[in-house]
C-alpha cells in the first residue's frame, strides 16, 4: 500500500504519523467501517455510510467529514488499486487529549485514518469451511462498529488454534454472529439470521443477502435461533463484505446438513455476484 488518507491529506504510508495521545490509541475510542470496491465503484455505499454515521453518532463522536467525501477519498487512493478492486478502510476517533482521560472534552478534533488496499472478489465455486463455535465474551454494544476488537481478536486466536476459519459464538445458547462475520441458516427451504439487535453487528452484507432472498421469494426470519437449530440446520453459511457468501460445512466436530454447499446457498451466491457491480 502505497497512500493513504489521513486528516484531509494523502500521505505516503511510511510517513504517516499520529499523535501517542490519540484516544483511539490510548482508548480504543473510535469507530470504522469498510467497503468493498468493484471495478471502481463502492458496493452499498449509502448503507455502510449510514452504518458509520449511526456508530458514530451512539459514541457522540461527530461525522467528520462529509459522505460524498469519502467518493473523493477513492479517487484520492485509486492508485492503490490498480485492477479496480479494493476495500476502503475507515477508522475514525475522537481525536488527540492530553492528559490522558476517561471523559472526553467535548471540543475534541477527530482523526479521520482511511486506507485503500486491493482486493480479489470471490470467484469460482467457494470451498465450504470448517468454523469453531464459541462463547461469545465481547461486550453488549456490538451493533456499535468499535474499533475496540479485543473480543474479536481473542475469538479468531481461538478459532486459527482450532484450525478453523472463523469463530461461531454464542451466548448461553443464542447464537450471535462470528468476530468479522454475520451467520444464516437454512431449515425446510426457510433463511433464517439473527436479529439485528444490540447483540451483533448488523451486516451490509447481511441485509443485502435479506434482500435478494425476499425478492427471490425465499422465506426469510430474523430470529433468535439456538445451537440445536444449528446443528440440525440443512445449510448453513457466514457472510461479510470481504467474503460475501461463503458455506460452512462444519461446526466444530459437527457436519452441517451434507457439508456440501447446499441449493439455497448456492442461489444466493448467484444473486448475489448477479447484483454487485
Ligand atoms: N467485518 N459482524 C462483525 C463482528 C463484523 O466485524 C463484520 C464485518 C460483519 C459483517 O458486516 P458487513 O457485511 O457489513 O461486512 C458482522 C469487517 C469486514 C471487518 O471487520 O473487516
Redesign the pocket.
Given at each position: 500500500m502505497n497512500k493513504l488518507w489521513l486528516n484531509g491529506h494523502v500521505v505516503p504510508a511510511d510517513q504517516a504519523k499520529i499523535s501517542v495521545f490519540d484516544r483511539g490509541f490510548l482508548f480504543g475510542d473510535g469507530i470504522?467501517e469498510?467497503v468493498p470496491i468493484y471495478a471502481g465503484q463502492p458496493f452499498l455505499f449509502d448503507e455502510?455510510m449510514a452504518?458509520l454515521e449511526r456508530s458514530l453518532h451512539a459514541v457522540s463522536i461527530p461525522m467528520p467529514i462529509p459522505r460524498a467525501e469519502w467518493l473523493q477519498v477513492i479517487d484520492a487512493l485509486s492508485d492503490n488499486i490498480p485492477e479496480g478492486s479494493g476495500v476502503l478502510?475507515i477508522h475514525i476517533t475522537r481525536g488527540e487529549e492530553f492528559p490522558r482521560s476517561h471523559l472526553p472534552a467535548n471540543d475534541l478534533t477527530p482523526t479521520v485514518f482511511a486506507t485503500l488496499s486491493p482486493f480479489t472478489p470471490p470467484s469460482g465455486e467457494p470451498t465450504p469451511v470448517r468454523v469453531s463455535l464459541l462463547e461469545d465474551n465481547r461486550w453488549l454494544r456490538?451493533d456499535i462498529?468499535s474499533i475496540s476488537?479485543l473480543g474479536?481478536i481473542m475469538g479468531k486466536l481461538a478459532a486459527a488454534q482450532d484450525g478453523t476459519a472463523e469463530p461461531l459464538m454464542h451466548r448461553a445458547g443464542r447464537i450471535t454472529?462470528?468476530?468479522?462475520?454475520?451467520y444464516f441458516i437454512v431449515k425446510n427451504n426457510t433463511l433464517i439470521t439473527a436479529p439485528a439487535d444490540t447483540l451483533?453487528?448488523?451486516?451490509?452484507?447481511?441485509d443485502w443477502i435479506l434482500t435478494l432472498a425476499r425478492d427471490n421469494g425465499i422465506s426469510v426470519e430474523e430470529r433468535a435461533f439456538s445451537i440445536a437449530e444449528l446443528y440440525d440446520a440443512d445449510e448453513c453459511f457466514l457472510?461479510?463484505?470481504?467474503r460475501e457468501i461463503l458455506p460452512v460445512a462444519m461446526v466444530s466436530e459437527q457436519t452441517i446438513g451434507s457439508g456440501e454447499t447446499g441449493p439455497i446457498t448456492q442461489q444466493l451466491i448467484q444473486y448475489f455476484r448477479q447484483s454487485r457491480p
Open positions: 470504522y469498510v455502510h452504518r478502510y456490538c462498529k476488537l474479536n454472529e462470528g468476530a468479522t462475520c454475520n451483533i453487528l448488523a451486516g451490509i452484507t447481511r457472510a461479510s463484505s470481504t
